[in-house]
């Protein structure tokens, strides 16, 4: 069974950029929430996705969006990238909306931002 | 909205020794679940232990139990015969049924583990 794995591992962009990240979910899973983790912090949720529809946002402006593909793989999108976007994304997937589901994590994407 | 609080940003534990971490957190929600995720240097984040808030029983996984103490809104997590490879970021999260799947992290505890 492959677990969750992302792509790139690690990205330089300068500000105002674009960013694309990726992220294939875990097999069985349907459900892919991805997460900022600022360095020295802990994750702070973006966004959800269930079945290829947003199900949950988190206070991140609208530049950042996501993607769920039929094959519940995902991406998560920034635009006009600023300094403080400079951070470890984490994607996580898991078999279901349940609250109580366990959310199965990826290595992150470090993203750095000149 | 939901915070949840790690007061203890480093601790350090001898090899064998048991270790408690703290977590508190706030939220008007009577129906909710709190999690605790380990993130080993360089490595995935993964789920320690969970707990379900209408559940007295405090949960257990082999070394690991929590003391979940709702009136207080507090989670400790205890690591029993602690061993080299539990050195990790300890993370306390939350998550409420009216929480629109928004999984809340603590800023994480730095766990030591020395020989």
């Known amino acids: 069974e492959t677990g969750v794995t992302q792509s790139p591992t690690h990205l330089i962009k300068t500000r105002g950029q674009q960013v694309t990240l990726r992220c294939s979910s875990q097999?069985?899973?349907?459900?892919v929430s991805w997460y900022q983790q600022a360095l020295g912090q802990g994750p702070q949720f973006i966004f959800q996705?269930?079945?290829?529809?947003?199900?949950g946002r988190g206070n991140f402006p609208p530049r950042f969006s996501g993607l769920q593909f039929p094959n519940y793989s995902s991406e998560l999108n920034v635009n006009a990238l600023e300094l403080d976007d400079s951070a470890l994304y984490l994607c996580?997937?898991?078999?279901?909306?349940?609250?109580?589901?366990?959310?199965?994590f990826g290595p992150g994407t470090r993203l750095t931002v000149l | 909205a939901q915070t949840v609080t790690q007061s203890q940003p480093e601790m350090s534990v001898q090899e064998a020794e048991t270790v408690t971490l703290s977590c508190t957190y706030d939220?008007?929600?009577?129906?909710?679940?709190l999690f605790w995720y380990k993130q080993p240097p360089s490595r995935q984040m993964i789920l320690v232990i969970r707990?379900?808030?209408?559940?007295?029983q405090n949960a257990t996984e082999n070394r690991f139990s929590v003391n979940f103490q709702k009136a207080a809104k507090s989670f400790s997590l205890k690591i029993s015969d602690s061993q080299l490879g539990d050195t990790a970021m300890y993370f306390c999260?939350?998550?409420?049924?009216?929480?629109?799947?928004?999984?809340?992290f603590g800023g994480g505890t730095r766990l030591m583990v020395k020989p």
């Open positions: 996705y269930y079945r290829e529809e947003e199900n």
């Open positions: 999260a939350f998550i409420g049924t009216n929480a629109g799947n928004m999984l809340t």
């Open positions: 707990q379900e808030a209408y559940k007295q």
């Open positions: 996580a997937s898991s078999p279901g909306r349940s609250h109580y589901n366990e959310q199965f």
């Open positions: 097999s069985g899973h349907n459900t």
């Open positions: 939220t008007s929600e009577n129906n909710y679940y």
